[in-house]
């Protein structure tokens, strides 16, 4: 079967700098609700969450995406898709505007900062469903606005445990039940600004292709669905494009955010925020190089949950008064959380080689 082209360093570096932007973008919208005297700003979100409401969270994202998946198989139209993917940009987006208005106008009252917000939130996603190729960008705001408010109102011990939670549900979806795969394909396919993604297209003819007939067919079935005008043109000239494609969903880009930003509200510094940008940023390029080896779909939460609870217990190494127990837990974590997700992709790579 025709395979996706090698992932080239233009394409990680594409990642890892809308991930810089992301996380950096969204810590700087934090700052600007801790320095904002007005009330705008807290009357969109609530301080205090615990740590049990985290569970709750949790069971809702579960929830969610077993209601995806059902979509995604009983479903094959666009337009329910299409308005799932308007309520995250436009949920999502509100925020980052009503921050930004919000700290521009101090005096302003929510209920005239609200409204514009939240007009330009809407005016945000049809733009999106205009230009199709804003996704990148649309996706990168959203993200921001996730993370933020996720940040803001949970603690820094709650952030930490729906990261981890959700990091083993990103393994589980991934390398066992497999569905992330699937609800990740969908939303490629639909161009949905649910992820961001760099890509890049190698034009083959069919003659250099050693694939049967069978196998060539269901790769240019799998590439119709992506329903891109530039693919399908190669396809109807009669060549093939191989794709070489990396993807990172929004919640990659938003939980890192939450971790960092709670941890800014709650010592009231950049140290410790800074430090677990940087462990994220160590983390994302781990993972990019695994995808290189490996070439398969990786679970991007558990890199990043490794890195960072690493980078935060060499941290908590050079705040005065802190555990050295603690700091050590966390990265014996962080280094136990790597070796399980290199064991599994040899476990796999030593399968696929032995039914080849």
Do not use: C, W
Not at 89 to 108: E, K, N, S
Not at 252 to 263: C, H, N, Q
């Amino acid at each position: 079967m025709p395979v996706p082209r090698r992932i080239e360093i233009r394409q990680p570096v594409h990642i890892l700098i809308l991930f810089l932007i992301v996380q950096f973008g969204g810590l700087l919208l934090a700052s600007l609700i801790f320095s904002s005297p007005q009330t705008t700003l807290t009357q969109a979100s609530s301080q205090g969450i615990g740590t049990l409401t985290v569970i709750y969270y949790f069971g809702f994202i579960i929830l969610f995406a077993v209601l995806i998946l059902l979509i995604i198989r009983i479903y094959k139209g666009d337009i329910i898709f299409t308005l799932l993917e308007a309520f995250t940009v436009i949920a999502t987006a509100f925020f980052v505007f009503l921050i930004v208005i919000g700290y521009l106008f101090p005096q302003a009252d929510f209920t005239a900062v609200g409204p514009i917000a939240l007009i330009l939130a809407i005016a945000l996603m049809y733009a999106k469903i205009k230009r199709q190729n804003l996704r990148n960008a649309v996706a990168i705001i959203s993200s921001m606005g996730f993370g933020v408010v996720l940040g803001v109102s949970f603690g820094f011990a709650a952030s930490f445990l729906l990261m981890a939670l959700v990091a083993v549900y990103d393994y589980v979806a991934v390398f066992i039940t497999k569905h992330m795969i699937t609800m990740a394909k969908a939303m490629s396919n639909r161009n949905m600004a649910v992820l961001i993604g760099s890509s890049d297209v190698e034009i083959v003819p069919r003659s250099a292709l050693k694939a049967s007939q069978s196998e060539y067919k269901k790769y240019i079935s799998e590439v119709k669905k992506a329903k891109n005008p530039l693919l399908n043109k190669i396809i109807k000239r009669g060549e093939v494009p191989l794709v070489s494609q990396v993807m990172l969903g929004g919640g990659d880009l938003g939980l890192p955010l939450m971790l960092s930003v709670s941890a800014f509200f709650v010592f009231l510094n950049y140290f410790l925020s800074i430090a677990l940008i940087i462990g994220a940023v160590a983390g994302q390029i781990l993972t990019m190089l695994l995808l290189q080896k490996y070439m398969r779909g990786l679970p991007a939460i558990p890199p990043l949950f490794a890195s960072m609870s690493i980078a935060l217990g060499l941290a908590l190494l050079l705040v005065p008064g802190q555990d050295l127990t603690l700091s050590m837990a966390l990265v014996v974590l962080g280094i136990a959380v790597f070796a399980v997700m290199v064991t599994t992709l040899e476990r796999l790579k030593a399968k696929e080689s032995k039914t080849k």
